[in-house]
């Protein structure tokens, strides 16, 4: 009887665990193994020990004594005005914010599109808040708004919009205020939404805009039948990182206003820094700022199934 040694049989089945063991697979996994440290150091363990903390009734200055609480603290952050306040000038906040970014940037990306390459230097000059740091924008602002004396004000003085530098109080105006201190995230960040979109064009083949030229379809047609559905994988990542990013907005907000007047600019993420550090209640501020992760997360998770999921785009 003759028999086959497995080892040297043709098209033997590997295992699925059998990849690992080939020397691409270890290259690989060395490849990844330190962004895999660095993201279980820096950001895995952190979030596990702000949900650990949040149900615990833990001081800043003596994190070492705690006490269980269970869910007192989400009970606490939900009860609170101050909490839902602050959720809602966070959504406001990032509706403005997306809204204009969307706006400016996407149109900004169609102009420099149907312009091609003579749109090189427009282009560059359009990205160049990319490379200002919020802080400095923020402080930007601050000086081109302050109350009575900005040079906004002052401009629009001059050209006869306004009767004095003084009759709009952009930053301790609360029915202003939260518009105001939007001014320099649109103005950082618009650029961002223009270079994503304007590569998302740039993928778009001609030969389905000419196509639906030869079909006889017109600009608008070929713009909302055409260019949108192929975006909107473009359109899903903007949203979905612009959005995360304007609302956990804290440096540029504090900067200009701290807050105020009265709470009117008062966002999550400075709720939870005062929560944490100016009344050192580290439990509760652990909560709010769990209840916020979960909400950015399912927001996303939203945002990614309505408007876009691999293999269900529509043409």
Known sequence: MMTTNPATTPNRRRRPRDWIRTPEARFALALMAPAAIFLLVFVAWPVIRLVFDSFYDVELLHPADRTFVGL???IEAFGSDS?????????????????????????????FNAFGKRSEIPRTIFAFPLMIAPVVAGLLWRFLLIDGFGIVNELLARVGI????????????????????????????????????????????????????VDGARASQIFRRVTLPLLRPVLAVVLIIRGIDAARAFDVILIQTEGGPQSASEVLSLQIYRTMVRFGDLGEASAIATLFLVAMLVLALVAYRTIWRPGTLES
């Open 72 to 74: 007192a603290n989400y």
């Open 162 to 213: 306004l009767n004095s530098p003084g009759d709009i109080s952009w930053l301790s105006n609360p029915d202003i205020v939260l518009f105001s201190v939007a001014i320099p995230d649109i103005w950082l960040t618009s650029a961002f939404v223009m270079l994503i979109t304007y590569a998302g064009l740039q993928n778009i083949p001609q030969e389905l805009i000419e196509a639906a030229r």
């Open 83 to 111: 909490v839902r306040g602050a959720a809602a000038r966070t959504a406001a906040y990032t509706a403005i914010a997306l809204s204009f970014e969307l706006l400016l940037g996407f149109g900004a990306a169609i102009l």
